[in-house]
DNA sequence: GATGAATGAGCATTCATTCAT
DNA sequence: GATGAATGAATGCTCATTCAT
């Protein structure tokens, strides 16, 4: 909006709103397929069957495809996540352990959820926000709205938790549920995935909840 | 073998040997300074301060001299974690939850030292052994050794240690701690890193330890 | 398809097809002027006056702008002796040595006048022919042609004519002209060329007519 | 000799003469397998294993070496012919058809048999033939010498020719021959070899010798 | 003489972006 | 708005040749 430059314009027109949906699932799918770098603008237009001179009149630049592509994809998935953690933080508070299991299990399980989508393209936006800084900031927003809702969430829940420093408790319950998710979903592992999401939320139990 | 295209010399000369190291030395500067995929292999040989016919005299393409660069970097890193645990194997076993605070304080904060290096740098590696399978397979590797002499450390300190899978809690421990290290080093954080570093300790001991 | 790397667009506008035909010419003019191994893209597109990004829009590469400037050259030239042959087969039959000898002397003289085009740059498709497998079996379909012709030519002849192989017959006197043909045109003799096409005449005459 | 430029020396010891000859044999093969154009100055010397420095020290260039190659091909091609006719001419003179058909048998199968040889290689020089001014003129030479042969010849044969010019038969019969046998034996053709020679020699008999 | 490292001009090719229609 | 042709800087890579040891 206020970012755009001069000339992309931003269509009001039903066939312009299509033909810039079009542009942009192309491009999600050849950037899943092929990767960001490898992927040319001509090439997005040609799957997108549009000219390339329409390309260039909905985007200013190949990376700002990128970033639709990114907020799009955030829009199915952290939404997703934030919306459940919002949800369950008006719900009924539990104070025993038991309870403080299953939050902890939901809270993993919603990450893990939101992760149900195609690992290539999220392998290639992992790369991308280590690589660029716009994608890294839109990142930092993104991550920031789930770790707020996780400390709301983790605040909601008080009585049961054993650490003092709610937020940086937070901000590493999100980080490390999400590094291992990502092995998990991403990456891969040898390692069975149950497995591995075993000792990661009991290692979170012990930590949040203490011995039990 | 006979249909050898112009394929890259491996020097025996003095001369070529130093040129050889000239051109990795560039090569990590720059990608250092403005990435891997902002770099090529024009500007590497004149930062070598040789020709480009040299470069590509010692390597084919500019993905070799990557593949060089983080050999030459986990030379330096992840080695000498791998001596440091490898010593404390077979220095003398703890058995009290002191000294399991201490070792836990002493796995990461070799992690955490490893990082003392240019983390732009590192920064590109992570975002490579993304978009690479090569240099994926290369970390994974380096990944595995770390995580192996780990899982002996964990077994010398088994009468502490409360998990049953350790080598699944050791590749939990690793990444974990990999992760929360690079959120620190390499990609910044608001937080302090200390406030991180002790949650991430207190996690890990409550895992590992129990409850003390 | 979907895998489409940069490919070569033929042309659907106006204007590329005029673009395509300038480059075209422009590798004819230089490949005539310096040969095909010394002509350069970058010189076809500077010469055609268009980008080399041009260039490769239409051709993939520089040994495709030669099969389309060969292409031409043939529908120049063998064409031409085609028409020429199969007119003939139509027209009135002879059955009388002098005829028999005005029918040889037209043909020769068909394959002569054909080579009335740019020397420089027949002798470079004769080197084509012999370096690729691709241009040289292009030749071998023209030639193929104009040997049908001739043995259909014979053929309706067959009354004035001697030998019994008419198949191979067709393919001596078709290699045998074009072989001396182009040493007179393209390659040079010391010779006269009336001398030699005089001999030629006769060498033929004695073969498919006999003394008459 | 009085070409050499200034730096390529002559090598004189037994030392220098051998390393030149591998030199020559390496390139030898790789022109035949791929091309001259495709062969690069390293390739030749690692195959001749020595370096390429070496390779510069007894050739000014790479085409030096192909002139050397040509030279050496024709001194084992040419050169036989040139003392089976040289031979011929000072044999048994015969004076009737028979005898003259033999002639003609002869002259024509001391040619194929000439072409003995690596055809790919041969492929490759009548290419550069066309290509460089100086293999042409090579090979102009070589061809006058052969053709002076046939005159000889057909001059010692003269009571049995019916041709006048004998100069341009012998041109005519020696490139005619040489093109059909470039055919059968370097290009190839459909045609049975046999049914081609078959052809050609009673063209050639025709011409020479008349009905008969 | 020999070695192999070094050179750098040269060339093919790509592709983000602009522009004429 | 859309189209696709045109642009040309950028880049990877090759290889004939020279040079230091």
Redesign the pocket.
């Known amino acids: 909006m206020s970012e755009q430059k001069y000339?992309a314009?931003n269509?009001?027109?039903k066939?312009?709103i299509e033909?810039k949906k079009k542009i942009i699932e192309a491009a999600e799918a050849l950037f899943a397929e092929k990767g960001y770098h490898?992927?040319?603008?001509?090439e997005i237009a040609a799957r997108a069957d549009?000219?390339?001179?329409?390309?260039?009149?909905?985007f200013?630049?190949?990376k700002e495809v990128l970033v639709e592509v990114i907020r799009n994809f955030y829009a199915h998935t952290s939404e997703k996540v934030l919306n459940r953690y919002q949800a369950q933080v008006h719900g009924t508070t539990a104070d025993n352990y038991r309870e403080g299991k299953k939050l902890i299990h939901f809270m993993i399980e919603a990450l893990y959820t939101a992760h149900e989508v195609n690992p290539s393209l999220h392998r290639e936006f992992l790369a991308m926000i280590l690589l660029d800084k716009e994608i890294e900031s839109i990142n930092r927003e993104e991550e920031q709205k789930v770790i707020s809702a996780m400390t709301s969430l983790l605040n909601a829940y008080s009585g049961l938790i054993r650490v003092k420093d709610v937020e940086a408790a937070a901000f590493l319950l999100y980080r490390v549920s999400e590094e291992i998710i990502h092995r998990i979903r991403i990456l891969g592992t040898d390692f069975d995935s149950r497995r591995l999401i075993t000792e990661l939320e009991d290692m979170i139990c012990r930590y949040l909840l203490g011995e039990g």
Chains 1, 2, 3, 4 share one sequence.
């Open positions: 000339k314009r269509p009001v027109q066939r312009g033909t490898k992927t040319n603008a001509l549009v000219a390339t001179g329409s390309f260039y009149g909905y200013n630049n190949k």
